[in-house]
């Protein structure tokens, strides 16, 4: 009878045990199609929010980990983000309303490539600025953790009226222009 | 029973179908993934050999409305565009290559790597993004290259700066 006991008694630990180590390593035993079938979900999601033409930066940043770490590599500079707060901050429609344009961008995606917990997107955003028309071409290049995007990198190529006029004299002021406008 | 045999049957058949398909999908994105290891490791040898990688018809395009932006369509003037870009750096204080993500999905591949390299104008470090898409014959149909412009004009200012210097002494 002792002996039944501690039979059962083992075997209920030993599988408690088996179970919190299946639960506590469940995500790193996720299989490479399963990343990317994960992400690619994600992606989706987060595209349809942006292609929707009607959104708020409270909206976008949900997608985002709090330790987001954001670079875009602008004509102006490279800029860094190391928390999705930081990303706000600088972002948040009243900033940009002050500071650029009339916040109401849209985007049209071009290509959209899902590898595992990495992705890259090709897009173009559209806004209307105070200085007229704005479209933009995006490539982006995301890392996600979990359900949410924890690292991407931005590279931009201003293609508006206002960004190119702008980036256009730059480059002529410093002999560098070779564009046929 | 008949009804349970023939459900069985069709679903046999549907995953027949679809098994191969996901299955070739799958072996598709790790040739690509093979294939734009070896182009990178040309890219940052900056072996000439790396235009055995394109196909005849490649379309080169360079997101940037400034200097060396564009669309370049052929297999010379990619190589041009190479040439140029390459002319702009010291290649014998070496180059040096950083990959730093790779995304493989089908036949296309995106790359993200850091170069620092000495330019003629000083010393320079940029971030690229390549977008690669692959035919059937293992040959790139087309490169979009994207890089900051930041860093070169960086060293465009410096040069001015200096030059504006040496006018007013």
Same mark, same amino acid.
């Given at each position: ?181 | ?55 005849? @018809? #490649?379309?080169?395009?360079? %997101?940037?409305? /400034? ?7 052929? *297999? =010379?003037? !990619?190589? +041009? ?57 293992? @040959? #790139?149909?087309?490169?979009? %290259?994207?890089? /900051? ?7 465009? *200012? =410096?040069? !001015?700066? +200096? ?7």
């Amino acid at each position: 009878m002792i002996r039944k006991t501690h039979f059962l008694i083992s075997t209920v630990l030993l599988t408690t045990v088996a179970l919190a180590w299946t639960a506590a390593f469940s995500d790193d035993r996720k299989s490479h199609a399963e990343l990317t079938a994960e992400t690619r979900q994600l992606m989706e999601r987060f595209l349809r929010l942006h292609e929707s033409g009607d959104f708020s930066l409270k909206e976008v940043v949900k997608f985002y980990h709090k330790d987001l770490n954001a670079t875009y590599y602008r004509p102006t500079g490279i800029f860094t983000f190391t928390s999705v707060q930081q990303y706000y901050e600088a972002y948040k429609p009243e900033r940009l309303t002050n500071y650029d344009f009339d916040y109401a961008p849209w985007s049209e995606p071009l290509l959209v490539l899902v590898d595992g917990e990495n992705a890259v997107v090709r897009y173009i955003g559209h806004a209307r600025t105070k200085e007229g028309e704005y479209h933009n071409h995006y490539i982006h290049m995301y890392r996600v953790r979990g359900d949410k995007i924890v690292e991407y990198h931005a590279m931009t190529n201003p293609h508006s009226d206002a960004h190119y006029a702008r980036n256009k004299q730059l480059l002529e002021d410093l002999g560098l222009y070779k564009g046929g406008q | 029973m008949m009804k349970v045999l023939i459900s069985v049957c069709w679903l046999a058949c549907l995953l027949s179908l679809y098994a191969p398909a996901v299955q070739s999908q799958v072996d598709l994105t790790e040739r690509t993934r093979t294939l734009t290891h070896q182009y990178y490791e040309h890219l940052s040898e900056i072996n000439p050999a790396i235009s055995e990688f394109w196909a005849d @018809k #490649i379309l080169l395009f360079v %997101n940037n409305d /400034g200097p060396w932006g564009g669309d370049f369509k052929s *297999r =010379q003037s !990619v190589t +041009q565009y190479y040439r140029e870009m390459a002319a702009m750096f010291d290649l014998e204080e070496g180059v040096e290559f950083e990959l730093l993500q790779t995304v493989v999905d089908g036949a296309m591949a995106a790359i993200r790597f850091r170069v620092k390299a000495q330019h003629v104008r000083g010393s320079y470090e940029n971030h690229y993004m390549h977008v690669l898409t692959w035919n059937d014959d293992g @040959k #790139i149909t087309r490169i979009e %290259n994207f890089y /900051g412009w930041e860093p070169f004009l960086a060293l465009q *200012r =410096q040069a !001015v700066q +200096q030059r504006e210097k040496g006018c007013s002494n």
